[in-house]
């Protein structure tokens, strides 16, 4: 491992990146396996390698300044970006003792009308986080719980949504819909340090993090709990402390004679209960509320419900709807005939009902909202400026929810998308007429107004967005286990392995063309880029 504290280059440009990432995530990988093996003294050593290594000191360096989003968001110092003699400088500086600064207070608006409050730590902060996550993330990987889903590499959303399809599609459910409140900001850091199995120089940072301190106005305050939003490691930290949840519930109530009694499926601070009898529904609210104590934190109760997936019930004298909704999506059994009920037992037993996931009207109406509030914005912009401002939008939000039932959610928001730009053109050029529409709108394959300009920049419409089926990851996979014929077909790529290589991987499955051999992970590692020419 001599290789990994070697300095590589002099300069930023010509850093052999490839060379980078393969280096420090095999130190990531040996990390892994040994918390998975229970070798926790070894993983301590890796993780103190790592972190002096200059390679992740590099990595780390490049992600906080180039590949994150809000790389030019600047903390208390004002500094939003450095060139890249400056990240050389910084990559051989990293190593010194240097104490935390305060974080800048940064408020962000929620749909609802409040604020939500950011901490935005200094660029040199967020390397240093950065590269203690790199040492963190593959020891906790080992030990996080299959059913959480939030802020882990190789995990989304979608997999979250596609095991709740999974867990309640057959039968009738009841629901623990809740929300914790305030979690990073209420989090306790003793807590949170008593969990956390790293070196003590480690520690002794994320210590440091934890008690920085906000810079608001300038007026300086104390942290005495939570790890604040905005941080690299924050996150990585809140999963941490959340960690132990669902092993609460599963030894609680244990699986029965191939029938669950509970599971709990978590997305970060949000998480859901899923059980087919309410009284234990109800013991599982008060179990974790007792659970979440000692970290400091508690259920909302205007965000935390108990409901039915297929009829109203009634819980504490008040009429509950059936469904509920999770990460912007509506999750609900809807009663059916024969035609189009869904089927159990190979077949042939009818259940009477059809489980659902649309985009929810809450998530719907914001995504409107926001075209609405462009549209606007964009009144006396040329059209050009105004597709390009839209598209990205329109794109995001297809891809987000392309993988559940939305094609009359995207023929609806088409729709009123178009009578929205209507009016914009109405406004620019009085009374509409179809010789002033048609210097806006164009006929483009069925559709006959696209709203395109003369040179032929279109704008999106959600209908040509497909919907596709998500494959769930495996609750045992991470990343970091080194499976690349796996990850190469869910990622398109890997963390060691070139993209090309893993492209490759995905469409041969790891075997020559030329000799029939098939290559394993490590050989794939060992030979890099020059596996290429031979597949």
Request: hydrophobic share 35%.
């Amino acid at each position: 491992m001599k290789t990994s504290i070697t300095k590589t280059t002099g300069t930023w440009n010509s850093i052999n990146w490839a060379k980078v990432q393969r280096v420090v995530f095999k130190i990531q990988k040996r990390i892994y396996q040994a918390s998975l093996s229970g070798q926790n003294a070894k993983a301590r050593k890796l993780q103190k390698l790592l972190v002096k290594s200059y390679y992740a000191r590099l990595l780390a360096i490049r992600k906080v300044t180039q590949d994150n989003q809000g790389k030019r968001t600047a903390g208390v110092d004002g500094i939003k970006s450095i060139t890249p003699k400056q990240r050389i400088e910084l990559a051989q500086n990293l190593s010194k003792y240097q104490k935390a600064k305060p974080l800048r207070r940064k408020w962000i608006p929620k749909p609802n009308g409040e604020k939500r409050p950011l901490g935005i730590p200094t660029i040199n902060d967020r390397v240093r986080q950065a590269l203690v996550k790199l040492a963190l993330e593959p020891q906790w990987e080992a030990r996080f719980e299959g059913e959480s889903y939030g802020f882990r590499p190789g995990r989304s959303a979608h997999d979250a949504m596609s095991r709740i399809f999974q867990s309640i599609n057959k039968k009738e459910y009841y629901i623990l819909d809740a929300d914790i409140s305030k979690c990073f900001d209420q989090i306790n850091p003793e807590y949170l340090l008593s969990k956390i199995d790293c070196p003590s120089v480690i520690k002794a940072q994320i210590r440091q993090w934890l008690k920085a301190g906000v810079m608001d106005n300038g007026i300086f305050e104390t942290t005495v709990t939570g790890t604040p939003q905005g941080g690299v490691i924050s996150p990585l930290l809140a999963n941490i402390a959340l960690d132990g949840m669902i092993r609460l519930i599963n030894t609680l109530f244990p699986k029965k004679t191939n029938t669950v009694q509970a599971q709990v499926i978590r997305y970060a601070d949000d998480f859901v209960v899923i059980s087919p009898q309410l009284k234990i529904i109800q013991q599982c609210q008060t179990a974790l509320e007792e659970w979440l104590k000692p970290i400091g934190l508690e259920l909302k109760p205007s965000k935390t419900r108990i409901c039915h997936t297929l009829r109203e019930i009634e819980v504490n004298g008040e009429v509950v709807k059936p469904g509920f909704d999770f990460l912007g999506w509506n999750f609900r059994q809807y009663p059916m005939g024969k035609h189009h009920a869904s089927k159990v037992g190979g077949g042939n037993k009818l259940l009477g009902f059809k489980l659902l996931i649309k985009p929810s009207e809450k998530a719907v109406k914001a995504h409107a909202d926001k075209v609405k509030e462009v549209i606007k914005k964009h009144k006396t912009a040329p059209q050009y400026a105004l597709i390009k401002r839209l598209n990205p939008i329109i794109k995001g939000w297809c891809n987000y929810h392309s993988k559940v039932v939305s094609k009359k959610v995207f023929s609806f928001l088409d729709y009123i998308t178009w009578q929205r730009l209507r009016a914009w053109t109405v406004n620019r050029c009085g009374k509409a007429s179809y010789k002033k529409l048609s210097k806006y709108f164009k006929k483009n394959g069925n559709r006959a107004w696209n709203f395109e300009t003369q040179d032929g920049f279109k704008l999106l419409t959600y209908a040509e967005t497909s919907i596709t089926r998500h494959v769930t990851v495996r609750p045992e996979a991470s990343p970091y286990d080194g499976n690349w014929t796996y990850w190469s077909t869910r990622m398109g790529t890997s963390y060691d392995v070139p993209k090309r290589v893993a492209l490759l991987l995905k469409k041969q499955k790891g075997k020559c063309n030329l000799c029939n051999q098939y290559f394993t992970p490590e050989d794939v590692v060992e030979i890099g880029t020059q596996f290429i020419p031979q597949l």
